[in-house]
């Protein structure tokens, strides 16, 4: 299987930023598309910004231009750098991972992180 260990969370004022890394290990064979997730108390999950094995990335129209997604395929992680942080960014996020799973037969999967708590004071 494959495991996703989120770590950057923490507490920050507003107009702060933190970066937010995720790294896969296990049993990969690729990982195609990766992303981070939201939850805030209340509401549902939604994307925040994804990013392709071939570096083209997509964001939520709330956090463009305030967040950056990029990844370092050689080690299986992505990261988030979030700028300009508002309260409204306080969720717990989630790193995703599309991931061909290795294996005597090869399949795709879906992965996700534990979450990591980011919390913005005003």
């Known amino acids: 299987q494959v495991q996703l260990v989120e770590s950057g969370g923490g507490l920050v004022q507003a107009g702060g930023s933190l970066r937010l890394s995720c790294a896969a290990s296990?049993?990969?064979?690729?990982?195609?598309?990766m992303g981070w997730y939201r939850q805030a108390p209340g509401k549902p999950r939604e994307m925040a910004a994804t990013?392709?094995?071939?570096?083209?990335?997509h964001y939520a129209d709330s956090v463009k231009g305030r967040f950056t997604i990029s990844r370092d395929n050689a080690k299986n992680t992505v990261y988030l750098q979030m700028d300009s942080l508002k309260p409204e960014d306080t969720a717990v996020y989630y790193c995703n991972a599309l991931t061909t799973v290795a294996g005597p037969t090869l399949y795709d999967d879906d992965f996700w992180g534990q979450g990591t708590q980011v919390t913005v004071s005003s």
């Open positions: 990013i392709t094995s071939g570096g083209n990335s």
């Open positions: 296990g049993a990969i064979y690729s990982i195609n598309t």
